[in-house]
């Protein structure tokens, strides 16, 4: 007899309708599963069939032939379980049901529970759109998917209770989530306030806070170049409730959700400098998974320790620097998946660390110190919009009892900025200054003669390629906006150029 069920399947973040289709014809015993499915799936008949029968039903005997269609399309994940023994259960006449009502996500455990799966909410998002609103889904994944409202969830813990479900023999009323009732109260342990001297550091992340712009950290090691770093995420704006589902859709396909909650705060990634290409950037041996710099969308991607990053790995950060997304090919997929991050990077000036070091002597030679500075290729610092160096601090620094701004003051101040940027570029794709193309510039940043005097000063000076002085009148954009200026003064620009004048010192432009 034959049945099917519906289900879903991940390729990337995109998610994929899958018919199960069952069929049990007399004969030799068999059980196969056909249609591409990956060695989880293909694990999955022993799993059904136990459950089936711990569930208190008997199995069939016979040749059992299951589909996953359409059968060109790779499957991956233990979700198909739960559907594959839906469509065995109607095939045999255990359940009557209209199939193509429900939506069926869920692993089987031996004795018939209904395990919970990474990517839930990925997989509702995407049957939603193709107009499925009925999900069967684990007890334990309901609140996660329930963040998508306008469907109906109903969760179970064990495959009995989905029988009597489906035959109708039980009433369900669909999960619901009070989304104003989720817990949206961010709490930080970092306080800007608490930065003590580096005021120019403060304001050079302030800077990269309002702008979206991008930010390398030079100095001696113990000058506060990571401590500093972690109070960024204090200043971001919150999170849209669009962008929080976007992020939390990539945390549930890694399996790194707290299930029931939306991530509510903006990530901060910060991989380790032995982190390998596929880690930081996202891959793997069959359906590539998304890496650091997809875990850190929308939020902060710390790279500690710059130099000793593999070079292969840093220069692979190019793409998704560029253009907010990368591209993962392999021979059994090719995803793209999103990563829009601002990227803050420390490093040390020299191996030792004390190249320019007021207080220690810089015990590395000249060619030491140059091969250590080339790690960093010219097209990467073209990339990164803010370069600052960062100098040790003092006793004086520590003993400072003047005012110094809070993060909520400073948070505040970046909120006025990018509502600037928001509504200028309100009819156009881009909402902060850092994703100007050259076209948009051309149209929203206007200078003065005396500021265009100015700039081609710097610009001759400091012997600028025209993608750092392109950065450059973006940072002078988004310094007056903190200001609340209408056009760019000299005093902004000025100040955009010093953020992109180390040249002379560590690298030429």
């Known amino acids: 007899m034959y049945s099917k069920s519906n289900t879903c399947s991940l390729l990337g973040l995109t998610g994929n309708l899958v018919e199960v289709e069952s069929d049990i014809t007399s004969g030799l015993p068999a059980f196969l599963i056909v249609g591409l499915p990956d060695s989880s799936i293909k694990e999955s008949k022993e799993r059904v069939r136990v459950a089936i029968v711990n569930s208190g039903y008997k199995f069939p005997l016979g040749r059992i032939t299951v589909n996953l269609s359409p059968a060109d399309l790779k499957k991956e994940g233990t979700q198909l379980d739960l559907p594959i023994a839906i469509s065995l ?210 939020g902060v991607l710390f790279l500690d320790e710059f130099p000793e990053f593999d070079k292969k790995t840093i220069e692979s950060l190019r793409e998704p620097i560029e253009n907010h997304e990368i591209n993962i090919s392999r021979a059994q997929a090719s995803l793209k998946y999103p990563s829009d991050f601002i990227l803050i990077a420390a490093m040390n000036p020299c191996p030792c660390g004390n190249f320019g070091n007021p207080l220690k002597e810089c015990t590395c030679s000249q060619n030491e110190i140059r091969r250590y500075l080339n790690k960093i290729s010219a097209p990467i610092l073209d990339r990164i919009d803010i370069h600052i160096e960062v100098d040790p601090v003092k006793y004086e620094d520590l003993k400072d009892t003047s005012y110094s701004k809070s993060s909520d003051e400073l948070k505040k101040e970046v909120e006025i900025a990018r509502n600037i940027q928001k509504d200028r570029y309100k009819n156009e794709k881009i909402n902060t200054n850092s994703q100007l193309s050259t076209a948009l510039m051309k149209k929203y940043i206007k200078l003065s003669p005396e500021v265009e005097k100015l700039a081609k000063l710097a610009f001759n000076k400091y012997n600028f390629s025209v993608r750092s002085f392109n950065k450059i009148l973006k940072m002078a954009r988004t310094i007056a906006d903190l200001d609340q200026a209408k056009d760019i003064s000299e005093k902004h620009l000025l100040e955009a150029v010093r953020y992109r004048s180390l040249g002379g010192k560590y690298w030429s432009n």
């Open 89 to 298: 259960l109607s095939s045999m006449g255990v359940i009557n049901y209209d199939h193509d009502e429900y939506i069926f996500l869920g692993e089987l455990a031996l004795d018939g529970r209904i395990a919970p799966i990474r990517g839930a909410l990925a997989m509702v998002i995407a049957m939603r759109e193709l107009g499925f609103r009925k999900f069967i889904i684990a007890d334990e994944n309901k609140d996660e998917c329930a963040i998508i409202n306008d469907v109906e969830i109903y969760h179970f813990k064990n495959l009995n209770d989905i029988v009597s479900f489906l035959n109708k023999e039980k009433d369900l009323i669909p999960h619901k989530l009070d989304l104003s009732k989720i817990d949206d109260d961010i709490h930080f342990d970092y306080d800007f306030k608490d930065i003590k001297g580096q005021e120019s550091l403060k304001r050079a992340l302030q800077i990269a806070a309002a702008g979206n712009h991008n930010l390398l950290m030079i100095g001696p090691p113990g000058s506060g170049k990571t401590f500093s770093a972690k109070h960024l995420p204090t200043i971001l704006p919150d999170m849209s409730f669009d962008e929080k589902v976007e992020v939390t859709k990539i945390y549930s396909i890694m399996g790194l959700l707290d299930r029931g909650k939306l991530v509510n705060q903006r990530p901060f990634r910060s991989p380790h400098h032995s982190a390998s290409e596929v880690a930081l950037i996202g891959g793997g041996h069959s359906i590539p998974k998304p890496g650091e710099i997809s875990l850190a969308h929308r």
